[in-house]
């Protein structure tokens, strides 16, 4: 066991709750608590009472809660985004019980990697932590400190939809690669639909097309993008379509077959939400996208329209 999540809870029972059901799932990594953002800065800056790294490393993935005292969760969401240090890039999963559209969106705004509400019993918040090992202690890859790299992470936003998690845009330059994945998704019995591209530019055409037609059923809940691609590269799209207000919400999962520390970081940097790793074994495919739906088209909450 060598990864740590950082618990970000003020709540005893809630944290008791989360513990009990991270134990249950078999979550195959350490659990710390932060009692409140304050103490939840201090873990992470490696200050107070955490100097020791070797006793409180740094964490692979940090579940924050937003109603805190001392320091709110977005204002710790705020400073882990702008701390120059590879931190900057962790992993945040919001783990909170607000369902409103201005919190989701303003976690999303500050950069949060994805958004998800607490369950009410024991039993939902195990399946929901299984969920989260599934994807982001299992398959994805966390940003790497190997590499410092710059750039400017997730931009705000300044405009919202409400977008369908029945829609899959998938940008893949290799017909065998996009029919493994399509046939992938047939397995895992996603009812959406799964529109391909082939390059990047054409997927930003698609996605114009989508805004123009200014009906918010039509955005896609997810793109799956290929890094390697003729003309446009992945990296080139990802900071084009977070320029665009209208897009820069949208879940971008990576799914590539580099995974050198700097290609994954500049991923993360450019407003990559996570990082997946190809392969040519359709077993594993099967898997990785089974993962994708359970999580991404299930268990996260997608932006969200706010109404005045």
């Not at 513990?19 to 800056?45: C, I, M, P, Q, S």
């Not at 994805?114 to 969920?131: E, F, H, W």
């Not at 919400?249 to 290609?263: F, N, R, S």
């Not at 359709?282 to 999580?295: G, H, M, T």
């Amino acid at each position: 066991m060598n990864q740590t999540v950082l618990l970000v809870e003020d709540d005893l029972a809630d944290s008791k709750l989360i513990r009990r059901a991270f134990d249950k799932a078999e979550v195959a990594a350490r659990l710390v608590r932060a009692r409140d953002g304050d103490d939840a800065v201090a873990y992470l800056d490696g200050t107070g009472p955490y100097t020791d790294r070797d006793e409180h490393p740094s964490p692979t993935l940090v579940l924050l809660d937003i109603k805190l005292p001392r320091r709110s969760g977005f204002e710790v969401l705020s400073w882990i985004r702008r701390d120059m240090r590879p931190l900057r890039r962790t992993p945040v999963v919001m783990l909170t019980s607000s369902r409103h559209a201005v919190d989701i969106n303003r976690a999303y705004e500050l950069g949060a990697n994805a958004y998800t509400v607490k369950p009410d019993t024991q039993a939902d918040m195990i399946r929901l932590l299984g969920a989260i090992q599934s994807f982001w202690i299992q398959s994805s890859e966390p940003p790497l400190v190997a590499s410092a790299g710059g750039g400017a992470g997730n931009a705000p936003v300044a405009r919202t939809h409400q977008v369908t998690p029945r829609r899959v845009l998938l940008i893949e330059d290799d017909p065998a690669d996009a029919a493994l994945i399509t046939r992938a998704f047939d397995r895992a019995q996603f009812a959406g639909s799964i529109e391909h591209v082939l390059n990047a530019r054409a997927g930003l055409e698609w996605l114009r097309r989508r805004i123009s037609l200014d009906d918010p059923g039509e955005f896609p809940g997810l793109v799956l993008l290929d890094l390697k691609l003729p003309g446009m590269s992945g990296l080139e799209f990802l900071r084009e379509m977070r320029s665009m207000h209208e897009l820069r919400q949208i879940p971008v999962v990576v799914l590539a077959t580099a995974h050198d520390a700097d290609t994954i970081n500049r991923a993360y940097e450019q407003g990559a939400n996570s990082y997946l790793v190809k392969t040519p074994d359709p077993d594993e495919v099967n898997r990785l996208i089974q993962f994708v739906k359970q999580y991404w088209l299930s268990v996260n909450q997608g932006m969200a329209s706010v109404t005045s």
